[in-house]
């Protein structure tokens, strides 16, 4: 099995840690916390644990790092694994500014390493059937993809709501439509702590002429999870609060002007709910990373999309501050 060193157990980073452990060697474990170093050393006998990050790179026998700590050490602990030849994952964003994620896929690349960013979403199954609807073109040509990522907290203090809940909804609609955007725009307003944006709206215009709009807010009174896809043939609901009908396709477009009164009629046909896996999005990620470990980082894909996601996040951040479009 692949040897893997993980870093990071505390908040998402013990669900990350306990699919690594069902899936590889789990060689190392690194926190910084004495009480979770105990609870892992008792947990995972067979690990080491450890504080210090340089005890796993400079382990030769591990042949990957898993990174789940706090979004401000991830670029210089991913950046440290990439230089010591270890294969990474590191959850989302790999890095704040686009320079660093730019350096740390030249890196990967250089010593031909797997660099793989933690875009969950991309992993479930519900959005897979949603990517699957778009690429066969069930829904016709796409004109506008809108995500809704709202709730009463988690309220942050090392990042804002654009960079704590933007990046899901974002990677999701970079990849559905397989473009970078031409302009990028962003609104927001810190209410809470000064500089840290609580409430975002965020809008991206594509080359192909194709639109997209994202809400994300940690002060609203409903929890959503939701995205949207308007075709010109049929618009598809993923809803990831709901227990059962997670995606739904609506047989709804515009149809015609009317003869009459010249206003657009509509049609509207059936209502469907395909039937969707219930595998867990974050063992198919890493199953996918470890994968990747075997075989080799192929194309660097993933990488490559990573840097796309931290590029229009960077784009979104200078039209925060500057009121302008990016």
Same mark, same amino acid.
């Given at each position: 099995?692949? /040897? &893997?060193?993980?870093? +990071? ?8 840690? @306990?699919? $690594?452990? %069902? #899936?590889? *060697? ?86 031909? /390493? &797997?660099?793989?960013? +933690? ?8 959005? @897979?059937? $949603?990517? %699957? #609807?778009? *690429? ?105 609060? %709901? #227990? ?83």
């Amino acid at each position: 099995m692949t /040897r &893997v060193a993980h870093a +990071g157990v505390g908040g998402w980073g013990k669900n990350v840690a @306990r699919v $690594v452990g %069902e #899936l590889a *060697d789990l060689a190392w474990i690194c926190d910084t916390d004495p009480g979770r170093q105990a609870e892992y050393a008792a947990r995972y006998p067979a690990a080491r644990v450890t504080a210090s990050f340089d005890d796993l790179i400079s382990d030769d026998t591990v042949d990957a790092v898993v990174i789940a700590t706090p979004v401000p050490t991830h670029f210089a602990l991913a950046k440290t694994a990439l230089e010591a030849g270890k294969h990474v994952f590191v959850e989302k964003p790999p890095a704040m500014r686009a320079e660093e994620m730019e350096e740390l896929v030249a890196l990967a690349k250089s010593a031909n /390493r &797997v660099l793989m960013p +933690g875009h969950l979403l991309l992993y479930h199954p519900g959005l @897979r059937k $949603v990517k %699957e #609807l778009v *690429d066969a073109g069930e829904l016709g040509d796409v004109a506008c993809v809108y995500g809704n990522r709202q709730n009463l907290g988690v309220i942050r203090s090392n990042e804002n709501a654009l960079w704590s809940l933007g990046v899901h909804d974002l990677s999701v609609i970079l990849w559905l439509l397989g473009e970078e955007p031409s302009e990028a725009v962003a609104h927001g307003v810190d209410y809470l702590q000064k500089g840290i944006e609580d409430v975002v709206f965020c809008f991206l215009r594509f080359p192909s002429g194709k639109i997209a709009h994202m809400h994300l807010s940690w002060l609203d009174p409903h929890k959503m999870r939701k995205m949207t896809v308007v075709g010109r043939e049929k618009m598809v609901v993923f809803d990831d609060m %709901e #227990l059962e009908r997670k995606v739904t396709v609506y047989e709804k477009a515009p149809w015609e002007p009317s003869e009459t009164s010249g206003e657009w009629r509509t049609r509207t046909g059936g209502i469907y709910s395909p039937k969707i896996a219930i595998d867990e999005p974050l063992r198919l990620e890493l199953q996918h990373f470890l994968q990747l470990v075997e075989d080799g980082p192929g194309d660097f894909r993933e990488a490559d999309d990573g840097l796309t996601v931290v590029r229009t996040l960077d784009r979104l951040t200078t039209s925060l501050r500057t009121g302008a479009p990016a």
